[in-house]
């Protein structure tokens, strides 16, 4: 299991780094290579790494360790089909070590990409809503039973397409580069991960790898059903296309046209919900 | 839907009728308010950088030993009443510990000599006041309409179904201690330096609505 | 707190090894995946940081970091 973990993390980054040369290329810049990113995280971990005099050290670091270990915990629930709910506890368990790499450093910088992390928790309602009308359809969150029913009928993203839009964006909003990535917004240098440098950087890329993995093939698994290995790659990669063209295309937005935005949705979403409530269950 | 959403639990712990089960789902929220309780006794806080912008000056904030005292304290009771609230088996339980953690979260950042700070707590303080009304009527729906607030009765899907209403009481009383929409407040006590505690207030917030995802799935 | 080098490849020896016996040990069905998985959120992460502050760690004494303006 220790291979696939691994290897997970390494594609995970390397389509990060399709996704950063298309958006170059959309953009008519060259771009980086697209293993840029795999080589951003050994660059990283052979630089000097010590702990900031400000920072309040067992945080500092805890973090960096807790961030790759919730990761390694959803892609065994994936690879276990174990429940959709856990995934997306872990997903919103991100945004505390979002706060935590913000807000251990001491920097203002650090500290207002954290603060941000919390205004935009917004993003995350989409995702339950999503999760509410595949439970719905479905009477199950157990991934294998979300496989299980849409062999017998069809794929979800026709008959919940609404909710595989909303997923799209929850992922969006992740995504570097993005509309919604206030987090990492330039004005804050790096936002929550300015100061954590050298191996703590590294340990990020890892978690970052694998939380791409991770979110594209539960998006993959939830809205398309069983897909076998080479399909699933095949889909993550045309799946990080769309989202290199969604994030090339759009500026990245204020933070309070942002929230905005994701208010929006979750309003719309609640309101589609309520919708399936009352037609798909009786 | 009657089978358990968050997963089949492992374990009971029986207390006669209170009672404490682990699924997989409440063991993963478990373990995690566990390592951040656990974060918070042993790391000492930053120290935040201030900088007047417009300016070169800049300087660290201290924050004094008895400050960090009562906030560590108030830190680890949050905790505690977070991880109650992850793995009890009691829907009035539920509510007792989601208001010991709205309680906790103004305690936190009381200790701050900052006005922002200390009017963010206050009105956080005010919107989870008002939001224990519709908590507790929640639980009280629950028990007048089942019979029963133990979530292992509620799981096996003998009893009387629950009212939505029930159900919606309870999730905007968890809404009202902390997630969007009203979590405006509790940004703004972010400003308090000292990371370990203040990661609390929102961690607290979160593991509690994910609960509370679990629990209005049962029944 | 200083590590030294040889202490950190130990870490990462050992987090490398727990990691591949307790994989090992699922794929002859001696453990459960749950098992496999709970070994592996723990170990894993540490793991990945020792072998970074393995192959970053020099062997002398190292140059004087920039502490900042």
Known sequence: ?282 | MSDPIGGVPYYILEFGDELVYFTPYTITLFLLALTFTVLVIISRPERQMDIAFGGDAYGTKEISLTELQFRRFMAIACGLASMGAMVTGDIFNFTLFTAMVGITNVGIVAAVKSHHVQDAAFQYGLVALCATVPLFGGAAVYAASTGSLSMIELMKGTLPAVPLIAKALLVIGVVGEGMAPFYAAKAEMFRAPGAPYVIMCSLSSLLIFLRVVEVVMLG | MRMKKTMVARIFWAGAGVCLISSGLFFTGLIPLSVCAAVHVLVFPVTVLALFFWWMAGQSGGDIPFIGY
């Not at chain 1, 920097?107 to 999503?130: D, H, M, N, Q, T």
């Not at chain 1, 199950?140 to 849409?150: C, G, M, T, W």
């Open chain 1, 1 to 282: 299991m220790i291979a696939e973990l691994v290897l997970a993390t390494l594609f995970g980054l390397l389509l990060l780094g399709i996704h950063r040369k298309l958006i170059a290329r959309i953009q008519r810049r060259p771009g980086p290579p697209v293993w840029q990113e795999i080589l951003h995280m050994l660059k990283f971990s052979f630089k000097t790494t010590w702990v900031p005099v400000t920072a309040s050290s067992t945080l500092f670091v805890a973090v960096v360790l807790i961030a790759i270990g919730i990761w390694t915990a959803a892609f065994y629930v994936l690879v276990s089909g174990g429940s959709l709910l856990v995934i997306l506890g872990i997903y919103m368990l991100h945004k505390i070590v979002e706060h935590g790499f913000g807000l251990s450093s001491g920097s203002p910088y650090g500290k207002y990409g954290g603060v941000r992390s919390v205004i935009s928790a917004a993003s995350e309602i989409p995702l339950f809503v999503s999760v509410a009308v595949i439970a719905i359809y479905t009477h199950s969150l157990d991934l294998y039973a979300i496989i299980e029913y849409q062999q017998v009928s069809g794929p979800l993203i026709v008959a919940a397409f609404p909710a595989a839009c909303a997923m799209f964006l929850v992922i969006l909003s992740k995504m570097p580069f993005g509309p919604f990535s206030i987090v990492e917004a330039k004005e804050l240098v790096s936002g929550y991960k300015t100061e954590h440098f050298g191996i703590w950087r590294a340990g990020l890329e890892v978690s970052n790898g694998l939380k791409t993995y991770v979110l594209l093939a539960v998006f993959l698994t939830v809205f398309f059903g069983p897909l076998t290995l080479p399909w699933l790659l095949t889909g993550m990669i045309l799946l990080i296309v769309l989202l290199a063209f969604s994030c090339a295309i759009t500026p990245m937005m204020s933070p309070f046209d942002s929230v905005t935005i994701q208010t929006m949705v979750t309003g719309l979403m609640l309101i589609y919900a309520a919708i399936v409530l009352l037609v798909v269950r009786p």
